[in-house]
Structures are given as C-alpha cells and as structure tokens.
T-cell receptor, first 116, second 117 residues
Framework: AQKVTQAQTEISVVEKEDVTLDCVYE???????LFWYKQPPSGELVFLIR??????QNEISGRYSWNFQKSTSSFNFTITASQVVDSAVYFC?????????????FGSGTRLLVRP | KAGVTQTPRYLIKTRGQQVTLSCSPI?????VSWYQQTPGQGLQFLFE???????NKGNFPGRFSGRQFSNSRSEMNVSTLELGDSALYLC????????????????FGEGSRLTVL
C-alpha cells in the first residue's frame, strides 16, 4: 500500500540556519507524483512543488530546494537561510491513481519552528 | 484569480446533528476533493468529484456524503455527528487534463473547522 513517512515530528532552528525535512515513501506504482505542501496557522495547505517519478533532477526555487532519490524512495526538502515566516507544518504527499483521478496520500507532517 | 473558498470557516454542532460544508473551487477547476484533518489521523482523503459525479471515495462511513453542482461548486454533508468527526475539513480543486484525470496538483482552501460537542 502507498505510504508516506515523515519521521521528524517537530524541528526547531534559529533564523538563518539551513534545515532539511525528510520524506520517505512507499509505492508499487511505476508512475507517480510527489508533493510538498506548507500549512501555516491559517489552515490552508499551500502547494510548494510537484515532482514526477521520472524526473530525478533536483530542483531549487529561491531558498527552497528538493532532493528526489528514487533509489532510496526519498524526497527531501531543504530550506536555506530559514526565516521566521517559514514556521509552519510541512507535508509530503504521494499521488495514488484511483479511477481516472489522483488522490494524495499525506505524511503526518513536520512542524518547523524558526526562532528569531 | 480567487482561491478555493470554503464556508463556514468555523462551526460548532452537537452529537447527532448534521452539517453541510460548502466549497467553491478556483475558476476553471472542475475537480473537487475533500480531505479530513485530525490530530490523530492526519490528512485523509474523503472523496473526489468531477462533472457532478463522485469518482472516488475514501474509507469513511456512509454518514459522509457530498455532491457537486454544474458550476463545479461542491458540498459535503455529515449526518448523525459523532465526537470523532471534530476536524478541519479541507476542500481542494484541480484542473482536469484532456483524458479526464485531475492533474494531482491540488489547491486547497482554508478549511472548515468543525467542533462536535
């Protein structure tokens, strides 16, 4: 069965530190998508990135970068020079195809606290 | 472009009552999914609608139902509320690809926080 594991329940860093959020997944699908979402206190899940299983290139977007390694079934997320505004819960998710549509399997989330 | 809008944002009900939550997707998005978020179970898929039809349903009892209207707006209903139904209910919309699949890229609303007393 599809599964996403985020082993880090909570991480606390001081502003300007780099931080990596880990994500390990299990799937039997050969084609799938991986996602990261950010959930600030307001509750809305904010889409950060989608990665196709065939594309193992790392991606960088500003202070954010993602490392996808199919060999270890991991899709880790690094925030460089963290800021207080990065404080939120971050969810990794895996797509599961069901009857012509995708549903997302979410990890349990990692709460990131960035202290000034 | 307006985001996904969910109403009401907060509501309190008592056991045995029923509740209806509403979701307006992003304009042009025709797939609407619902997720339940609780501290214990995390984020769990409830159902997905496209073209006024439920395509997928998660592992929830029949007390949880939904529908989609011709303008893609969606509602979900929970009948005979139980204490365990207290949760944040998140709606997400997605575009539809040529083959009818959603893109998997979900845009979420801020959710409706339901408290059952």
């Amino acid at each position: 069965a599809q599964k996403v594991t985020q082993a880090q329940t909570e991480i606390s860093v001081v502003e300007k530190e780099d931080v990596t959020l880990d994500c390990v997944y299990e799937t039997r699908d050969t084609t799938y998508y991986l996602f990261w979402y950010k959930q600030p206190p307001s509750g809305e899940l904010v889409f950060l990135i989608r990665r196709n299983s065939f594309d193992e290139q790392n991606e960088i977007s500003g202070r954010y970068s993602w490392n996808f390694q199919k060999s270890t079934s991991s899709f880790n997320f690094t925030i460089t020079a963290s800021q207080v505004v990065d404080s939120a819960v971050y969810f990794c998710a895996l797509s599961e195809v069901m009857d012509s549509s995708y549903k997302l399997i979410f990890g349990s989330g990692t709460r990131l606290l960035v202290r000034p | 472009k307006a985001g996904v809008t969910q109403t009401p944002r907060y509501l309190i009900k008592t056991r045995g009552q029923q509740v209806t939550l509403s979701c307006s997707p992003i304009s042009g998005h025709r797939s609407v999914s619902w997720y339940q978020q609780t501290p214990g179970q995390g984020l769990q898929f409830l159902f997905e609608y496209f073209s006024e039809t439920q395509r997928n349903k998660g592992n929830f009892p029949g007390r949880f139902s939904g529908r989609q209207f011709s303008n893609s707006r969606s509602e979900m209903n929970v009948s005979t509320l139980e204490l365990g139904d207290s949760a944040l209910y998140l709606c997400a919309s997605s575009r539809i690809l040529a083959g009818g699949m959603n893109t998997g890229e979900l845009f979420f609303g801020e959710g409706s926080r339901l408290t059952v007393l």
